[in-house]
């Protein structure tokens, strides 16, 4: 990973919304690792070769966090994505990541109207909230962002992070044995179904409630996740993640993580870990969305500036 003068102003752009928090990411700031380990279902190796697809179970962590900057925001604002960061330890020592979010879209498709969509998310100091015109003129300018921003007005704070389903929104193609390949995206379904609460009842968890939930559950028994992928059919959007594809495309169940406690082995002393979307591995390859290609160099400047170091552990 390199860093570079376009994501330079990504990361300003985002600090401008919740200001600089040294040592934390730039976004997602606040989240709990865990491990896990993922077991792949017959079906998975029929559409990729990747060895985590293959047959045997391989270990796994997983960062859950917030969408916010800010380490300290409450776990119980309601218009935040959440995310589900999954790295996934292969048989050869390298690794791969999905990064995924509880939304149905991206915002946007292109770097330019991420920066926009930044700039229309700065606080109005007066009121420490976005400038609601600001927002109006941003979705007059960007229609594409509707239907992600639809999905955050409308959503109630989760009962848990593993009561939440979270989505890749960027399409891969998947490469099996034969070389034959097909798009798809991936969808983590929480086994113990989606469940969110009011405001009222979130705020009255407590601030740090959605942390204290993982702890709790997790000392009693592991959580889980189906890991399912929707393929495309001809005319799918794959490199645009603010098209949703049609709920009746065919979707293929990849495997089941089961979530087994709080990890404490990483992001210790020189270990910077990072999950980062473009990380992939053989029978699995990246479409040509912009937003995919340059969250890593997003990502990378993110690290550098939380770390100081310019590249990231595995
Ligand atoms: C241009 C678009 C985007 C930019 C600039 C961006 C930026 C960032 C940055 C800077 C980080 C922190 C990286 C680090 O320090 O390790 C991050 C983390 C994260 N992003 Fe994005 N992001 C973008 C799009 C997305 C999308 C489309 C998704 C959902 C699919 C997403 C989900 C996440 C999640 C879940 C994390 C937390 C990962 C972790 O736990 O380490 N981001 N993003």
């Known amino acids: ?3 570079d003068d376009l994501a330079r102003r990504a990361i300003d752009a985002v600090c401008a919304i919740s200001g600089d928090h040294p040592g934390f990411r730039a976004v997602h700031a606040k989240g709990t690792l865990c491990a896990a380990t993922f077991t792949p279902s017959a079906d998975a190796s029929r559409l990729s070769r990747a060895t985590h697809f293959a ?28 995310g589900m960061a999954t790295k996934f330890y292969l048989p050869d020592e390298t690794t791969t990541d999905i990064v995924g979010i509880n939304l149905p879209a991206f915002f946007v498709g292109t770097v330019d109207g991420f920066l926009d ?30 239907t992600a921003g639809a999905a955050v007005l409308a959503a109630t704070p989760p009962e848990s992070y593993v009561q939440c389903a979270y989505n890749s929104l960027h399409a891969y193609r ?12 991936y969808r983590w379904e929480p086994e113990a179904g989606e469940a969110s609460l009011s405001a009222e009842d979130a705020e009255a968890r407590g601030p740090d409630y959605l942390q204290d939930d993982l702890a709790t559950r997790l000392a009693g028994s592991p959580a889980a996740f189906t890991l399912s992928l929707q393929v495309a059919e001809d005319g799918d959007a794959v490199d645009d993640p603010t098209v949703p594809w049609p709920d009746e495309r065919r979707r293929v169940t990849m495997g089941r993580l089961e979530i087994t406690g709080i990890a404490h082995d990483r992001e210790q002393g020189d270990d910077v870990l990072v999950f980062d979307p473009t990380r992939v591995t053989d029978g699995i390859e990246l479409s040509n969305d912009a937003i ?12 550098l500036r939380r770390s100081g170091i310019a590249r990231s552990s595995v």
């Open 1 to 3: 990973m390199s860093t």
């Open 55 to 82: 047959g045997d179970a391989v270990r796994a962590h997983v960062r859950f966090s917030n969408g916010s900057g800010n380490p300290d925001a409450p776990d119980y604002e309601p218009r935040e994505g959440r």
């Open 117 to 146: 969509f930044c700039r229309a998310r700065v606080p109005d100091p007066a009121t420490g909230e976005p400038d609601p015109a600001a927002i109006g003129a941003f979705l007059e300018q960007h229609p594409e962002a509707l």
């Open 174 to 185: 998947f490469v099996d044995d034969a070389g034959d390949g097909r798009y798809g995206r």
């Open 292 to 303: 995919l290609h340059f969250r890593t160099r997003a990502y990378a400047e993110s690290v």
